[in-house]
């Protein structure tokens, strides 16, 4: 695959069908295909487990009609983790999300500074994420010992963004 994730900002009315199609692939259609093979694997091997869709808080907080295609697609994620749980729950394996705001990737390096700066200042650790910091939290999510109880759910990582 060329892509993990995408969020190609462009001007609304210059964005095309597509663009659309291409994005929503990438984001969902992407994550719907592996994790339902990842799930099937494990309802039929009998093992347990954990599936953790790596989604955004743009799919609850738009940056703008620039990020469109991005949005939806992070929205649609945030329902799939509800129906991933729902479809593995009776197997043991349990779904959940993690909705970064802004993290420190070659996805984001393309902002201009001004609009990261005015981004970076309506949060309250005003700072983009590590990836790591990111992935602490999906280990989190995969352990019986700190997430037993999570399912369906989605856990924001945002530094306090958007508080004050």
């Not at 719907?32 to 790596?54: C, D, L, Q």
């Not at 009609?65 to 991933?84: M, R, T």
């Not at 479809?87 to 201009?112: C, F, Q």
Request: net charge negative.
């Amino acid at each position: 695959a060329d892509f993990i994730a995408m969020s190609p900002d462009l001007d609304f009315q210059e964005q095309t069908p597509d663009l659309w199609r291409k994005t929503l692939d990438v984001n969902l259609v992407g994550s719907f295909v592996s994790s339902r093979e990842i799930g099937n694997r494990m309802k039929e091997t009998g093992t347990p487990g954990y599936i953790v869709i790596v989604t955004s808080i743009n799919g609850r907080i738009t940056f703008g009609p620039y990020s469109a295609p991005y949005n939806a697609s992070k929205a649609g994620q945030e329902s799939l983790v509800k129906d991933l749980a729902i479809e593995y729950s009776p197997y043991g394996i349990r779904a959940n999300g993690v909705a970064p705001a802004w993290v420190n990737t070659k996805m984001n390096a393309t902002v201009p500074p001004e609009d990261m700066a005015r981004e970076m200042a309506k949060s309250l650790i005003p700072r983009q994420a590590e990836p790591v910091e990111v992935a602490r939290v999906v280990v989190a999510l995969s352990s019986d010992e700190l997430a037993s109880y999570h399912n369906g759910e989605i856990i924001d990582i945002k530094g306090g963004y958007g508080i004050k």
